[in-house]
């Protein structure tokens, strides 16, 4: 079956769970427009998560999603809150999402978690994940090892269940060439930053539209959790630490508050300013509706140029 059919959507794009930044009114618009919107549970409290929930069903009958991050420091009251709050998607990220699966399915929630290799697609479609995400290397925010051109092929092979590609689509070429890979449907982040439903702070947006398409540069690998993210003064601090074999608590102290610094007060220069590689393709700043359009027409263009 297809992935828009099983989702219940017009266009199998899923807007990427970002932590403190994809709450109602982006998943929402996203939603509406007719790709699968997601409310990121990362930096939220439980309570702030269900009045998302609440404010995502005001905006939109459409269906959406909640990111469940395992990280979740009260992971087991959040496991059990989307079940309450009656939400009818969940893509999971951060960690082993298999505990909760029994729990989720019984109560008729369709689990699409993020994968990183084929073992763990296979495992996830044994438990009876609805679709599942591979992410490649290409995309912002923490990533894994393995990239998309050589691994996302291998993990349509492995599974019978939708694969959704996320990493490195910023164009609607790239959702061909997922497509052609074997992908169901994409996922796309980085490119949801220049929403004007996107709260991040407007420097964020500015820096992201005048970066050049090598500027990102990944931190943290050394200690086992890379993060691709675009270079300014902090990641340079922080690679010179890894650099000079600094300890993780000394990398954390720099690194720690980071993420709000650059997305609510909009501090391009200390802050972290998560990205993927598509640099080259956030050009401006546009309504959600629009940049499902545009991805969906330029889609449409380069599968008839193919056929010609
Ligand atoms: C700023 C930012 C924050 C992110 N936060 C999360 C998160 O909280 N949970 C998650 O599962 N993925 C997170 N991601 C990954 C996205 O959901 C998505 O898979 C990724 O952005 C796709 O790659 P792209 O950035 O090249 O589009 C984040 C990505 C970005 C750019």
């Not at 549970?41 to 998302?52: K, P, Q, V």
């Not at 497509?179 to 994409?186: D, R």
């Not at 300014?232 to 010179?240: A, E, Y």
């Amino acid at each position: 079956m297809k992935l828009t059919s099983l989702l219940n959507i017009d266009y199998p794009i899923i807007q990427g769970g970002m932590a403190h930044i994809s709450r109602a009114d982006l998943a929402g618009a996203v939603s509406q427009a007719g790709g699968l919107g997601v409310l990121a549970s990362g930096g939220l409290s439980l309570e702030e998560i269900r009045e998302n929930i609440r404010r995502i069903k005001e905006i939109t009958q459409k269906p959406f999603a909640v990111n469940v991050v395992l990280l979740h420091p009260q992971i087991r009251d959040l496991a059990q809150l989307v079940i309450d709050e009656g939400v009818e998607y969940i893509t999971c990220g951060g960690g082993n999402p298999l505990p909760y699966f029994d729990s989720w399915i019984k109560a008729g929630i369709k689990v699409l978690p993020l994968i990183g290799n084929v073992k763990m697609a296979k495992k996830v479609q044994a438990a009876g994940a609805l679709a599942c995400i591979f992410e490649g290397a290409e995309a912002g925010g923490h990533i894994g090892s393995l990239n998309t051109m050589a691994e996302l092929p291998a993990i349509c092979d492995a599974v019978d269940i939708p694969v959704i590609s996320a990493g490195g689509i910023y164009t609607g070429r790239q959702i061909l060439a997922a497509e052609i890979l074997g992908a169901q449907g994409v996922q796309v982040g980085s490119k949801f930053l220049l929403a004007e439903e996107c709260p991040v702070h407007i420097n964020y947006k500015n820096y992201l539209i005048n970066a050049l398409d090598s500027d990102t540069v990944v931190t943290g690998a050394s200690f086992g959790h890379p993060v691709r993210v675009v270079k300014n003064r902090l990641t340079d601090q922080l690679q010179k630490l890894e650099a000079e074999g600094a300890s993780q608590e000394e990398f954390n102290a720099m690194a720690r508050g980071a993420g709000g610094l650059a997305c609510d007060q909009g501090d391009t220069e200390w802050g972290s300013v998560m990205a993927g590689q598509g640099l080259a393709y956030l050009e401006k700043i546009q309504p959600a509706r629009e940049i499902i359009q545009d991805l969906m027409n330029q889609y449409k263009e380069a599968k008839a140029s193919l056929l010609k």
